[in-house]
């Protein structure tokens, strides 16, 4: 059984002590690969230092809605120079978020739009975060959608409307991670209707760890238990998961990886 983790920040400094055992672990439930979005310019050495380090570890270039500030055009050129300076994955994580502040509103939304530009350019896919913002996102994505714009909405848990709504782009995924597992999480009511040609896995380590260890910093290893929910819900074996999930997330991020696929 092969998993791909496609969205983990295991390049944060909650993993300085034990960062090779986790991977370790990861590997040791079969979770073999990790797509790693990035934050602002603050973790792009620390993003970069991982990647080399690990192979299974794959970048991704962007700057996160919570980031953007005064200075979010500065923060943009540093993703233009890393773009075009080092070989990434995708666009991420990017999108808007108006749960905790929304004081930079407008930049956020220039902040948004721009990345998606860039990754119409550079043919790459987009890792978004909606947090408490699925229309402001759908008001941008809708003007800019094309076939050339695809991604992930990451940590989706939107409302059946918010899923038709990305459904109907055609060219874009429902990350789905522990919130699956929480009694009140809703999403797992969704996941039944879900096309499962669109669903990836993900962590978002450390955070949103999956029951039973919520509440305990996540990491990749814990992505069985996310597969292990999905598979419940859609009353498939966690094998059909694993490899239908796997096949998703290669085909999105055009993922090289020998003997998979």
């Not at 797509?35 to 192979?55: A, E, K, M, Q, V």
């Not at 995924?173 to 999403?187: A, C, E, L, R, S």
């Amino acid at each position: 059984m092969v998993l791909i983790d496609t969205h983990s920040h295991i390049f944060s400094e909650e993993f300085d002590v034990d960062r090779d055992l986790v991977l370790e672990r990861a590997a040791n439930s079969g979770v073999l690969y990790h797509l790693l979005p990035n934050i602002d310019s603050t973790s792009t050495h620390r993003l970069l230092d991982t990647c080399h380090r690990f192979s299974q570890c794959f970048p991704l270039m962007g700057l996160h809605p919570t980031s953007v500030k005064e200075d979010f055009e500065k923060e943009l050129y540093h993703v233009e120079e890393q773009l075009a300076r080092n070989r990434f994955w995708g666009i991420g994580e990017i999108g808007i978020d108006l749960y905790w502040d929304k004081t930079f509103f407008t930049q956020q939304q220039e902040a948004f739009r721009h990345q998606l530009r860039l990754a119409k350019k550079y043919n790459l896919p987009v890792a978004i975060h909606s947090r408490s913002s699925f229309k402001e996102i759908f008001d941008i994505v809708d003007q800019e959608i094309d076939q050339s714009l695809r991604g992930v909405f990451h940590s989706f848990t939107g409302t059946i409307n918010d899923y038709k709504h990305i459904d109907d782009y055609d060219t874009f995924y429902f990350g789905i991670g522990g919130i699956v597992t929480y009694k009140n999480g809703n999403v797992g009511e969704l996941i039944p209707q879900m096309n499962t040609e669109k669903i990836l896995l993900e962590t978002d380590s450390p955070y949103l760890s999956p029951v039973p260890v919520r509440g305990k910093r996540n990491e990749s290893y814990n992505l069985i238990y996310v597969a292990q929910k999905v598979a419940e819900l859609l009353n498939l074996s966690v094998l059909d998961v694993a490899k239908q999930t796997t096949q998703n997330a290669i085909k999105l991020f055009k993922l090289q990886i020998d003997g998979v696929g």
